[in-house]
């Protein structure tokens, strides 16, 4: 892993910015289209998984593909073993060189491929799930759900950046923290927020009240990973997910739908994180457990 750039000043964690991040607009460079654009996603990232429950849930499995790379990345990133059938690409650092030849940070998942100009779009995972949600909205499945209603869009966004700072990226400050302060900061502001959702799911299923958003996509993949690998791994390890009833039995109730459950494979995810972020587990032994009954009632 090439994180040496993104530790900064007293042992924080800084994650680099999005190089990529041309949009799907209709009337842009990349317009809309069914069958034009492939999604590169592992099954270990949260930040892959929203989109692949994103395209699950809007039923857009026919009109964006999807390759999924080996959960297990080398040095030189994310593979697809036996080569992608779409590019012909081995490793996904192909598509970003192609791209850019000049490109020089991680490549990373997920990211969108243009199978028409031969270009990578987007890694610019915090708008992709809402490309899915408002650009191919003519492409939505009968029934789908709107996770990105216009009326609530100021909401969802506000609340995205509390869940993203405090939690899909707080569990990373603190893993990733090179000085005792910078984790005891990270890990302090985790359960802050944690202990911030529980408050708020208390009394609604979904975090704006009975209908899934965008929110509850973006909180998902954080809870999944978080007693399996984030409880030790990164050391995020005041309490449970399994401690908080009802952050537990919301991240149970949106485990119970098909888009969520399809996509989240618990054992990629801990092969993953346990064998490739080396910086943190050089002896690359994965763990055994937690057993967590994910289908309780
Ligand atoms: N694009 C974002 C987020 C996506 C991201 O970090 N994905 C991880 C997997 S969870 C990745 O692809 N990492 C590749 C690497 O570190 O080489 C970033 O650059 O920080």
């Not at 908080?244 to 888009?259: M, N, T």
Request: hydrophobic letters at 35%.
């Amino acid at each position: 892993m090439k994180l040496g750039r993104e530790i900064a000043e007293g042992g924080r964690f800084v994650r680099q910015p999005n190089r990529f991040t041309a949009r799907i607009e209709a009337d842009g460079e990349y317009p809309p289209e069914a069958g034009r654009y492939q999604l590169y996603a592992s099954y270990a990232c949260p930040w892959a998984h929203r989109s692949l429950i994103v395209r699950e849930l809007l039923g857009l499995q026919d009109v964006v593909g999807v390759t999924i790379v080996d959960p297990i990345r080398d040095e030189k990133g994310w593979r697809v073993p036996g080569g992608d059938p779409v590019t012909g690409m081995e490793y996904l650092s192909e598509l970003y060189l192609a791209t850019d030849p000049d490109y020089q940070g991680r490549y990373t998942v997920p990211c969108v491929w243009d199978v028409t100009t031969k270009r990578l779009v987007t890694n610019d995972y915090p708008q992709i799930t809402l490309t899915l949600e408002t650009a191919f909205a003519p492409w939505h499945a009968e029934g789908a759900p709107d996770l990105y209603p216009a009326g609530l869009r100021e909401e969802i966004d506000a609340l995205n950046t509390v869940i993203f700072d405090g939690f899909n990226n707080g569990v990373y400050k603190a893993g990733f923290a090179t000085s005792q302060e910078a984790y005891d900061d990270a890990v302090t502001t985790v359960f802050a927020t944690l202990d911030l959702l529980e408050e708020r799911l208390a009394g609604r299923p979904y975090l704006h009240g009975d209908a899934l958003t965008e929110s509850d996509v973006r909180l998902y993949p954080t809870l999944a990973r978080f007693d399996a690998v984030y409880h030790s791994h990164f050391k995020c390890a005041i309490r449970r997910l399994t401690d908080y009833p009802v952050l537990w039995a919301y991240a149970r109730r949106l485990y119970a739908i098909p888009a969520f459950r399809d996509t989240t494979d618990f054992d990629q995810i801990k092969r993953h994180y346990f064998i490739t972020q080396t910086n943190i587990n050089p002896s690359q032994i994965v763990p055994q457990g937690p057993e967590i009954d994910w289908t309780a009632a």
